[in-house]
């Protein structure tokens, strides 16, 4: 942690005694968010895990102004109350904080980024809302049974994407949300990890700085629904960068400007053999292509970004 960012826990932006699973990534993307973003953040938050865990009523974990949306709407949420603080600093209103000292921001899993949500993640981005909208990537709807949603790797095996006889799980790659952010014309895209907290934390500073929408998608292991043990989170998600299938880098106006390089670039099965949602492959008849699939993305990536 930064100097700058510690906070005893009186004072914590996003408090301890939440409900969360021991090991959860997308908890531990909440808390450095929070130590980037500073209290002067309104944070708009859909139905998820962390909406669940963090705010059992009358119990809240966060220590700014957060506010509750449904599946589908957390951005336009976000892009209201920005346009609300607007719209009173040009009319001289009195009683909130300056417009230019608020920070704007939505927290938002995949099944509400990647799918449900999509429809007004592409409004707010199409108007220009000044608005930081961070994607806790956990790769699954986690929160209502393990379900897979567009952020599902291939070969996963999820309850809507089940390995069995006739299948080898998720059966379409993962959707390019990144490549999608970019398209709208978003100035600042970036990838993180919460394995490389500073990093995280670096470029959510950086995109606050930057007028209009910016777009940040957070790598969080997930124990329940990957099937792996809680103390392996931080191994797991360093492995995800080491062999280059989720690779972590910045792009602006549309270019990439900074990249995550790897010391030692290991096989993709490493990663996989970590996960109880990949075990098949390396069981079932056939596995093996699978993997040899997941290891050409992982190539691509390598390739594509010169890592």
């Known amino acids: 942690m930064d100097s700058e960012d510690k906070f005893s826990y009186e004072e914590d932006l996003f408090c301890p005694g939440h409900r969360a699973c021991p090991g959860c990534g997308a908890a531990l993307a909440c808390r450095l968010a929070t130590e980037a973003t500073g209290p002067d953040t309104i944070m708009a938050m859909p139905t998820g895990c962390m909406e669940v865990t963090t705010t059992p009523f009358p119990e809240s974990a966060?220590?700014?102004?957060?506010?509750?949306?449904?599946?589908?709407?957390?951005?336009?949420?976000?892009?209201?109350?920005?346009?609300?603080?607007?719209?009173?600093?040009?009319?001289?209103?009195?009683?909130?904080?300056?417009?230019?000292?608020?920070?704007?921001?939505?927290?938002?899993?995949?099944?509400?980024?990647f799918d449900i949500g999509i429809r007004s993640l592409s409004g707010m981005m199409e108007r220009g809302h000044d608005v930081l909208y961070i994607c806790y990537d956990n790769e699954a709807y986690m929160n209502t049974g393990i379900q897979r949603s567009g952020s599902t790797p291939f070969g996963a095996s999820t309850t809507t994407s089940p390995a069995g006889k006739e299948s080898f799980g998720e059966d379409v790659h993962k959707k390019d949300m990144p490549s999608i952010a970019v398209a709208h014309g978003v100035e600042f895209v970036a990838t993180a990890n919460v394995a490389y907290m500073e990093d995280f934390k670096g470029k959510i500073r950086k995109a606050l700085e930057i007028e209009g929408p910016k777009y940040i998608q957070v790598f969080t292991p997930c124990p329940r629904g990957w099937g792996h043990e809680a103390r392996d989170m931080i191994k797991i998600a360093r492995l995800a960068h080491e062999t280059a299938i989720y690779p972590i880098y910045e792009m602006e106006n549309g270019e990439i400007m900074d990249v995550k390089k790897i010391q030692?670039?290991?096989?993709?099965?490493?990663?996989?053999?970590?996960?109880?949602?990949?075990?098949?492959?390396?069981?079932?008849e056939g596995g093996e292509e699978i993997i040899q699939k997941l290891q050409r993305v992982a190539d691509a990536n390598a390739e594509k970004l010169q890592l």
Do not use: C
């Not at 336009?76 to 001289?92: I, L, T």
């Open 62 to 113: 966060w220590g700014i102004s957060w506010i509750h949306s449904v599946f589908e709407n957390s951005a336009a949420v976000a892009a209201g109350v920005e346009s609300a603080y607007k719209s009173f600093e040009r009319r001289g209103k009195e009683g909130y904080m300056d417009y230019d000292d608020v920070n704007f921001v939505v927290m938002a899993g995949d099944g509400a980024t």
């Open 264 to 284: 030692d670039r290991k096989p993709v099965e490493k990663y996989l053999k970590l996960q109880g949602r990949f075990q098949h492959l390396f069981k079932q």
